[in-house]
């Protein structure tokens, strides 16, 4: 069994834009929190998070999830909602904790060696924090450059595969999307992106999926050349089944939801029911291998 967890599913507007008066953002400060959305990022149980953004502290209190067990940091680029490297420098509490301790009674572990993979933009920007703000502690932080279609295995059940996204980035950045193995399952985590490049394309070729989630951020609006809508993001479910990429039992969501063109989560999941589409939320939990239902 593996777990997939949507630990943010927000575009780098936010939902609700704090600074958006529109219907949809009015509607968001309102609801019962379904959608309120933080900056899009994902957890692969419990030890591989995807993505860095500023608000993760709070959403993995929120959601529950225990940042110290993360071993692996995978970074799809340098935009500032996907990848804020001062949220590392928060494992120096750890060393303030540890040398503060006089006694027993605080009983603080060590930390968990992690590994940050990225492009080289976001290595040299990840390093420069480190040593700028963090270099008086060992962190613990290992920064690691990947290339695309360059496969990297991260332990003995775990391989992870950049590939290629659609996507304008910082400075002419290449882009990822990431496909992950682990033991017999494949997940696909392609947000930031429009429809995929032939190569991409040409490289999931020799994988069926069993979770894939996909970038929407223009809901019901125009798709453009680096961002999915929710009827792109169709399609390209149905080319995934058509091509056999793509199980027949497989979980497919959609994230990266921007809110000027996204109508409310509980309209969108009933529209969406029909397609075999699930709808992310902040806090979904993506199960297979043992219920292959989305679970909260």
């Known amino acids: 069994m593996i777990r997939f967890l949507l630990l943010g599913t927000g575009s780098s507007d936010l939902s609700p834009s704090p600074w958006c008066a529109c219907d949809y953002c009015a509607r968001a400060r309102e609801d019962s929190g379904e959608d309120q959305r933080g900056f899009s990022c994902a957890l692969l149980y419990p030890d591989v998070l995807i993505d860095c953004p500023p608000d993760l502290p709070r959403s993995a209190v929120q959601w529950g999830v225990e940042l110290y067990k993360v071993r692996h940091l995978l970074i799809t680029h340098s935009h500032y909602d996907h990848f804020s490297p001062e949220v590392l420098l928060l494992r120096r509490s750890v060393h303030w904790a540890r040398k503060g301790a006089d006694d ?8 968990i060696p992690l590994t940050v993979y990225g492009n080289s933009l976001v290595a040299e920007g990840c390093r420069t924090v480190l040593k700028e703000e963090g270099g008086r502690y060992d962190l ?5 450059k990947v290339k695309r279609f360059e496969p990297v295995r991260l332990d003995e059940r775990t391989v992870v595969h950049p590939l290629r996204a659609a996507h304008l980035g910082s400075e002419g950045e290449e882009c990822f999307i990431y496909l992950i193995e682990r033991d017999q399952w494949a997940i696909l985590y392609a947000t930031d992106t429009g429809w995929f490049p032939e190569e991409t394309w040409d490289y999931l070729r020799q994988f069926r999926l069993d979770i894939a989630v996909v970038d929407a951020t223009f809901g019901i609006g125009s798709a453009t050349d680096d961002h999915l809508n929710v009827s792109e993001a169709i399609k390209l479910k149905n080319a995934l089944l058509n091509n056999g990429l793509l199980k027949e039992e497989a979980l ?3 994230t990266h939801l921007s809110p000027h063109w996204t109508p409310s989560y509980r309209y969108l999941a009933s529209a969406l029911q029909a397609d075999g589409v699930i709808v992310g939320k902040d806090g979904l939990w993506l199960t297979v291998g043992y219920r292959n239902l989305p679970s909260e």
């Open 252 to 254: 497919f969501a959609v």
């Open 140 to 144: 613990k932080i290992e920064v690691r």
């Open 104 to 111: 027993d009674s605080l009983l603080v572990p060590e930390l």
